[in-house]
């Protein structure tokens, strides 16, 4: 498998084996090989080696064995052809991401140190009783784990007895040490650092350190190939890590397991943009052991799998919830306070005997800007961004560009006043802190993170996703900005403010009021019932109605005009029975023309196929060489395709 960007390489190609590289040149290794097309030597990885007395043709010899470490196993190049296929992608993308980069001197490190052998996998007696006693809270799941079978888990919202992390870590954890007891493996894929760090915590000295690995995109390089090294070892591990870590190499896969699958993290930015949900499914597909979703919430898509029967659901039993108060703004209160009165007095009852959480939408001061004399929003003259305030009475910068507004007029009607509309993490912890005088205000967002607090007094100002642990849990949750949050224009944005609502309302104390202020209906209901994967099957129901993934499957496809409708027109070629509805576009953007098409998951192996071809005829054809040049045409391909879309953004960006 050549290491090169070209889809139409995208195949495995044969080589000679020389005599002198045979003892090396063993599947799974990097090498070295002639490309003739291009007349250079290319990486590549070695996948199959076989025997041939009297080969038909005659073939280029292999040039080097990089190294004499398999780092690609037969399962995972099984599991990226399947995923490179289902997503119209190249393999070689999926391993980009799946192995990381050589470092020699980790690489001699790990073979001076290695363990072809190791002794059973063991855990203590106490050990193996705590987490004995973690799943007995949930019905039938250590069944459904011993039986590899696939689980959609809710774990209850709380924090956790010990420690600066929530029962989710410990749940999580317990699953994984009874894999491993049972001489498995288990990888556990969460979003971020934080989720990490509090899986590490819930697993110090339950099993040896160095049969838990950590495999982290924010690690050194060197720290990172020794990780991957050490998962591939013929051994049981825990491996601990982002999405990349869904393809980590372990010895008798035993669990994968994802937490809070809606988080976007856990999609893969890089072509061809695989989700990690998706490769784990996969993957149990290939390697038949045991998948758990596990969140406080419920994205619809695990919902879908749900509903077909293809996960089982598992809840604690009894079942405990936070104390979610749907708090509206009465009639006579300023709607520029933003706390209702219930909510003001329950933060300050609660500031007597520990820190309150404050959830808001955005960071910053004043996130936007409008004029002050026709109240139009205030925008930048160099791109049209909106302008925003880093304070009161800073001048203003666009937060698209950064421009500084110096001399701004207002376009409508030329005044040069500014109006604070909106409320950032940093003007509501000002706004609180006249409101509290004496309280210790402390602010968590993307600029100042903080990732726990103690349990002394504190108000705690936080944007969505940034919020720090309490130590006990916080004894007041409000959850401010509710209605701006589902203003926003997005297809999953009810299901990503259920999801940020529901992960901060876990870090609530038991018994300690949650207030979601100013949100009713649906959404505000599914929270103050603890009704999540209901409300996922309502709006899957809706999705259905208006062929809205993830009740379909969706690719976009972006190039110029010519290229995105003759990919069009190839797929309809193939796909006979294509109903009306499935294409939206192509519509002009800002880097050329876009196409949105939708279809159902029984064409999906058809469409991706067709969609492969376009892509890789028109890199063909960018690439085609002129007659008597030595070198191939310039200008490529400006054609790219991406399955299963997050959202439907038909316009492209601003």
């Not at 690719?555 to 190839?570: K, N, P, Q, Y």
Request: net charge neutral.
């Amino acid at each position: 498998m050549l290491d090169s960007p070209l889809p139409q390489l995208d195949r495995l190609f044969d080589y000679a084996i020389p005599d002198a590289l045979a003892a090396d040149a063993i599947p799974g290794v990097r090498a070295r090989v002639p490309l003739r097309a291009a007349r250079r030597i290319v990486d590549a990885f070695i996948v199959d080696v076989d025997t041939e007395d009297a080969p038909d043709r005659e073939l280029s010899e292999l040039d080097s064995v990089v190294s004499a470490v398999p780092v690609l196993s037969p399962a995972l190049y099984r599991l990226a052809r399947r995923l490179a296929d289902r997503a119209a992608g190249s393999v070689n993308d999926i391993l980009r991401v799946a192995i990381p980069r050589r470092m020699v001197r980790a690489e001699k490190a790990w073979l001076a140190n290695r363990e072809d052998s190791a002794p059973p996998a063991t855990v203590s007696e106490s050990t193996a009783s705590w987490a004995q006693s973690v799943l007995a809270d949930y019905r039938g799941f250590r069944e459904h784990l011993h039986e590899h079978a696939r689980v959609a888990l809710s774990v209850r919202p709380a924090p956790a007895a010990s420690g600066a992390r929530g029962v989710w870590a410990d749940v999580v954890a317990a699953a994984a040490v009874a894999a491993y007891a049972r001489g498995e493996s288990a990888v556990l894929v969460v979003p971020d650092h934080r989720d990490l760090e509090q899986l590490a915590g819930a697993l110090a000295d339950r099993v040896e350190e160095e049969d838990v690995v950590r495999l982290d995109a924010a690690q050194p390089a060197p720290a990172r190939y020794r990780a991957y090294l050490r998962a591939s070892e013929p051994r049981p591990v825990i491996v601990l890590g982002n999405r990349s870590s869904v393809y980590a190499p372990a010895h008798r896969l035993g669990l994968i397991l994802v937490w809070d699958d809606g988080d976007p993290l856990l999609a893969e930015p890089h072509a061809p943009g695989v989700h990690a949900r998706d490769a784990a499914l996969v993957r149990q597909e290939t390697e038949s052991c045991a998948l758990v979703f596990a969140g406080h919430t419920r994205t619809t898509d695990v919902q879908r799998l749900r509903a077909m029967g293809w996960l089982h659901e598992v809840v604690e039993t009894p079942r405990r919830t936070p104390r979610v108060l749907l708090t509206p703004m009465r009639e006579g209160e300023s709607m520029a306070a933003r706390i209702p009165s219930a909510a003001f007095s329950a933060a300050r009852e609660a500031l007597t005997s520990g820190p309150v959480l404050v959830q808001v939408a955005r960071p910053g001061y004043a996130p936007v800007l409008a004029c002050a004399g026709c109240r139009e929003p205030a925008r930048c003259r160099r791109c049209g961004g909106p302008l925003r305030a880093a304070r009161r009475g800073a001048v203003p910068e666009c937060a698209w560009c950064g421009a500084r507004a110096d001399a701004w007029r207002c376009s409508t009607c030329e005044s040069s006043a500014f109006r604070l509309v909106g409320s950032g993490s940093e003007r509501t912890a000002e706004e609180l802190g006249r409101a509290f005088p004496g309280t210790r205000i402390i602010v968590s967002d993307g600029e100042h993170p903080v990732t726990e607090v103690d349990s002394n007094p504190a108000l705690v100002i936080a944007t969505r996703g940034a919020e720090p642990l309490a130590v006990g849990g916080f004894r007041a949750v409000l959850l401010l900005d509710g209605e701006r949050m589902l203003m926003a224009e997005d297809l999953r944005i009810a299901e990503h403010c259920l999801r940020w609502w529901s992960n901060a309302a876990a870090l609530a104390a038991p018994g300690a009021p949650v207030h979601l202020v100013g949100v009713a209906g649906d959404v505000g209901r599914a929270l103050a019932t603890w009704s999540q994967p209901q409300f996922a099957q309502r709006e899957l129901v809706d999705r259905a109605a208006l062929h809205m993934p993830p009740a379909v499957r969706s690719a976009r496809i972006d190039g110029s005009r010519r290229e995105v409708e003759d990919t069009l027109a190839a797929v309809r070629a193939d796909v006979s029975a294509l109903p009306t509805w499935s294409v939206l576009g192509p519509v002009p953007d800002r880097d050329g023309w876009r196409a949105v098409l939708r279809f159902d998951y029984h064409d999906g192996a058809a469409i991706t196929e067709a969609l492969r071809a376009a892509v890789i005829r028109e890199a063909s054809r960018s690439r085609r060489r002129q007659p008597g040049a030595d070198t191939p045409a310039r200008g490529g391909s400006t054609l790219r395709v991406r399955l299963d879309l997050l959202d439907i953004d038909i316009e492209g960006a601003p």
